[in-house]
């Protein structure tokens, strides 16, 4: 590739004035049948540069053990960037924010609760030098000194909006440059946040999506030469569960490109194709009020959650066109959608049947409650169980002190209350049918925080459980990661269920391509397609259906599993070829 280089005027690449026009793409959020798709696509818009991040807490999910294969196959995206001709900034964090679980940061470091993240803490700082010595072998061969595709690399992420100690991104230059990083480093903030995230010596940019001027001259403040570069240009925007669809009109954000670009700053669209939190990825933000980030990413970007083009990406290329060179090339097409397809989900497996659970988690005995990280869980649910005691019958108050995130609560298998963190419920009341009733909380990490002062985000229950008043004792503490679902048995089933249920329907596909699965008539849950957990619905809304990319599809049978966590009206799901991701007003 190329080696760039860094002037007074501005960015060199092998000598000659060069402009980053760039735009984000998370190899993490896509499926790697589909990277080729969208990295073509980034440069039919006029991109030169990909940027994505690393995301810690999927590449080392236990400490030391390390997964870059699949979808997290770092240096195949890498190498396929390359082969399109693009350019990338890699951005490894280790905190990356992009409203991921945790911002990337591993679960297993709150398992110490002396732990500080994001610091100098020699413990802290060890776990992320261990990362960074199992990412260079993948990094360090595909710089662009090396003549790879890597041309520059971000230190940490927004770290002024979270701290102001320049020793800690010191001691990440240290740790990067030590270890053969030898491009360009940049970091990255918001306007008012630029003095507290900067570090002497390496390239400040900023990220912002409106007033240009105003922001680049806040950047011009803080580094009087070099280049200007909007390193998240924010084009869209997320969603959270209860809220509404965020959009941001191709015009609006045009007239904001168009400025920045006659400034002559380089930008890094945020997103071109933001993809999907499947799984359970998905972030968080608690700035008093915890709410949780829906699973779809779309984030109204030039490429839509199936990679098809937009009225942005179109806009975006013309505007883009009036100061560098766009490929003379038609722009794609819409991809192929399957058909409609209606399938019952006729079988079913209650979660709490005793062979479900035993396929699905051990359970651990302990006084109090076990938080996910004490149980070295990174994702998915808790269940908690305890027995009343004997003379607890009758009326009766369980109080919690902290729950992460949601609790259903059960007594002798009947629901008695749910309580979510987001209403800042603690407290439920009901009346216990005997001495020696069993007790049941199912708790969900409906996403870790990925922004703020909040983010040692412990999930599960958190400190004491309190049954009227008094101390409640003796529980077992299973955790429930859902990663593998091949131990459950489906039996036909008819008639209400109570409780948790995993439903389970087939379906055949003449020939695979994307589609969308609308769940009308559930409540909330989890969707899987042959075996690829999709990510969770919910009624609440907005987004009322989960992106299924073809290449999880096959020719022939298909099978779709739903955990319902509540119940449903109906067996029946869809397949259809729209989104629905939900009103932009309320």
Not at 213 to 226: I, K
Not at 529 to 539: P, V
Request: charged residues 20%; glycine residues 12%; aromatic residues 10%.
């Amino acid at each position: 590739m190329a080696v760039l280089d860094i002037t007074d005027d501005g960015f060199v690449l092998d000598g000659r004035p060069f402009r980053i026009v760039s735009g984000g793409l998370h190899y993490f959020r896509v499926h790697p049948a589909q990277w080729s798709d969208r990295l073509r696509k980034a440069r039919l818009m006029g991109l030169n540069t990909i940027d994505t991040y690393v995301p810690w807490n999927l590449h080392e999910r236990r400490p030391g053990e390390f997964d870059f294969n699949g979808i997290l196959d770092l240096a195949a995206f890498l190498d396929l960037a390359a082969a399109e001709g693009l350019h990338v900034l890699l951005r490894p964090g280790p905190y990356i924010c992009g409203e991921w679980e945790g911002g990337g940061l591993p679960s297993w470091l709150l398992a110490d609760p002396d732990l500080a993240l994001r610091s100098t803490d020699p413990a802290f700082l060890q776990a992320v030098e261990g990362y960074l010595d199992a990412l260079m072998p993948i990094v360090l061969p595909r710089l662009g000194t090396a003549g790879g595709p890597v041309t520059a690399v971000q230190v940490e992420n927004e770290y002024g909006a979270y701290g102001s100690d320049t020793a800690y991104l010191e001691r990440l230059y240290e740790a990067l440059t030590s270890r053969g990083i030898d491009v360009p480093l940049f970091t990255s903030d918001q306007p008012g946040d630029l003095a507290a995230g900067a570090l002497p010596g390496v390239l400040a940019t900023a990220n912002f999506g409106g007033k240009v001027t105003a922001s680049l001259a806040a950047l011009r403040a803080q580094q009087p030469t070099g280049p200007l570069m909007c390193a998240e240009f924010w084009n869209g925007w997320f969603d959270h569960w209860g809220g509404v669809h965020a959009q941001r009109s191709a015009d609006d954000a045009g007239a904001a490109l168009d400025e920045l670009l006659q400034a002559g700053a380089s930008v890094n669209f945020y997103m071109f194709h933001g993809g999907t939190n499947f799984g359970f990825l998905n972030g968080a933000n608690d700035k008093g009020t915890y709410r949780a980030t829906v699973t779809s990413y779309d984030y109204d970007s030039p490429l839509d959650e199936a990679g098809d083009p937009t009225e942005k990406f179109r806009r975006f290329r013309s505007i883009i066109g009036k100061y560098e060179a766009v490929p003379d090339e038609e722009i794609p097409e819409p991809g192929e959608k399957l058909p409609p397809v209606s399938i019952e989900l006729t079988r079913r497996a209650p979660l709490f049947a005793d062979a479900a659970l035993d396929a699905l988690g051990t359970a651990q005995d302990s006084e109090a409650p076990l938080t996910m990280e004490r149980l070295g869980q990174d994702f998915g649910f808790v269940l908690y169980e305890a027995r009343l005691p004997a003379s607890a019958a009758g009326p009766a108050t369980v109080a919690f002190d902290q729950i992460g995130d949601r609790a259903q609560v059960f007594v002798d298998g009947q629901p008695v209350g749910v309580l979510e963190r987001e209403r800042h419920e603690h407290v439920v009341s009901f009346t216990v049918p005997q001495g020696g009733a069993e007790l049941r909380v199912l708790v969900e990490n409906q996403g870790r925080v990925n922004y703020g002062a909040k983010l040692a985000d412990r999930k599960g229950l958190i400190g004491g459980v309190y049954l009227n008043d008094a101390p409640l004792t003796g529980w077992t503490s299973r955790p429930l990661t859902l990663d593998d679902l091949s131990g459950l048995a489906f039996a036909d089933g008819d008639g209400a269920v109570v409780g948790p249920c995993f439903h389970r329907g087939e379906f055949d596909v003449a020939q695979p391509a994307d589609t969308y699965l609308h769940l009308p008539g559930w409540t909330k849950g989890v969707a899987w397609i042959n075996g690829f957990n999709l990510g969770r619905y919910w009624s609440r809304g907005p987004q009322g259906s989960l992106y299924v990319p073809g290449p999880v599809l096959r020719a022939g049978a298909n099978e779709v599993v739903v955990l319902e966590l509540h119940g449903a009206r109906g067996t029946e799901v869809e397949l259809r070829p729209v989104p629905e991701l939900g009103p932009t007003e309320l």
